[in-house]
């Protein structure tokens, strides 16, 4: 089977970094997505890791190692407003098909 | 340029009722996919349409359909509703059919009585 497991949540304060990780066990790994997704809104594309290392956007970044079957989002400078939850994923791809596997979510509470 | 849109935003059904969701894609994307969300839970996939093709379906049983039209705009259909198809429906387009980035709707809040 497929599942991706993340932290179910966590609490930090403003202006500081906080980092989510994501390990995964998938079948045909391509690459690991993040979105961002406020209190049951839309889910937010946030970035996407297609090879080994650090790709930075602005206060978020985001790693993957495949031979880890691991990565995580960094969030730097923390603000209220990144208070949503953060869920990794990954697409499978099979029969011109392109479904996204999510993980299991996590909660980040931004403190004061 | 509008983003994915989803109507209606909210709905109440009673147990055995039979509800249409729909969904339109960002100008230009052929590919629409669906997912349910469970309160907790990531999105788990539904289906995926191309070019009016079925692509994908997931683990879902056959009161479960949808469908894709010319201007690739797309209808999910859920017959018979049980309490547990309460979710949140989102709709997601990509340009292409695989090897692209999905983006999603603000979702349909279907409430089963």
């Known amino acids: 089977g497929q599942s991706l497991e993340q932290p179910s949540e966590v609490t930090a304060v403003e202006g500081a970094i906080v980092q989510i990780n994501c390990t995964y066990q998938t079948s045909g790994f391509y690459g690991l997505s993040w979105y961002q997704q406020h209190d049951g809104g839309a889910p937010t594309f946030l970035s996407y890791n297609g090879l080994d290392g650090l790709e930075e956007t602005g206060r978020f970044s985001s790693f993957l190692s495949r031979s880890d079957s691991y990565g995580y989002l960094l969030l730097q400078e923390l603000q209220m407003k990144d208070s949503a939850s953060y869920f990794c994923?990954?697409?499978?791809?099979?029969?011109?098909?392109?479904?996204?596997?999510f993980g299991t979510g996590t909660l980040l509470a931004v403190q004061p | 340029d509008a983003g994915v849109t989803q109507s209606p935003t909210h709905l109440i059904k009673t147990r055995g009722q039979h509800v249409t969701l729909r969904c339109s894609p960002i100008?230009?994307?052929?590919?629409v996919s669906w997912y349910q969300q469970v309160l907790g839970q990531g999105p788990q996939f539904i289906f995926q349409?191309?070019?009016?093709?079925?692509?994908g379906r997931g683990n879902f049983p056959d009161r479960f359909s949808a469908r894709q039209f010319p201007n690739y705009s797309s209808e999910l259909n859920v017959n018979a509703l049980l309490l547990g198809d309460s979710a949140l429906y989102l709709c997601a387009s990509s340009l292409l059919a695989d090897t692209d980035t999905q983006y999603f709707g603000p979702g349909t809040r279907l409430t089963v009585l």
């Open positions: 994923a990954v697409p499978s791809y099979g029969g011109a098909t392109n479904k996204l596997i």
């Open positions: 349409y191309y070019e009016k093709e079925e692509r």
């Open positions: 100008s230009g994307h052929k590919s």
